[in-house]
Nanobody, 123 residues
Framework: QAQLVESGGGLVQAGGSLRLSCGPSGRTFSSVGMGWFRQAPGKEREFVTAISWSGSRTLYADSVKGRFTISRDNAKNTVYLQMNSLKPEDTAVYYC????????????????WGPGTQVTVSS
């Protein structure tokens, strides 16, 4: 069964950086769009960023634009989320998502979710 596995979460001070990784175990997701979502306590899961299958197109939520960067290495079947200038409001469980087509993953076309990794930003 195809799975997505996130890593790289943890505790960081405000202004710091973290890099999340998402790699599959079982099959490759190099031919579909990938993305990251997050869910803070008491809030709904929200879109963070997405990247097309080739990496040529990306999309960011306004709240992370200029601070977060999504990238992918299809040879390694891995997607990355570089998070800089972290703020306490970035605290959430971050989920990797694989889309159902080559375009930018959207909430309505997620084919697979990872179990999530906790990111906590202290003030």
């Amino acid at each position: 069964q195809a799975q997505l596995v996130e890593s790289g979460g943890g505790l960081v001070q405000a202004g710091g950086s973290l890099r999340l990784s998402c790699g599959p175990s079982g099959r490759t997701f190099s031919s579909v769009g990938m993305g990251w979502f997050r869910q803070a306590p008491g809030k709904e899961r929200e879109f963070v960023t997405a990247i097309s299958w080739s990496g040529s197109r990306t999309l960011y939520a306004d709240s992370v634009k200029g601070r977060f960067t999504i990238s992918r290495d299809n040879a390694k079947n891995t997607v990355y989320l570089q998070m800089n200038s972290l703020k306490p409001e970035d605290t959430a469980v971050y989920y990797c998502a694989a889309g159902r087509d080559r375009g930018l993953v959207r909430p309505g076309n997620v084919g697979h979710w990872g179990p999530g990794t906790q990111v906590t930003v202290s003030s």
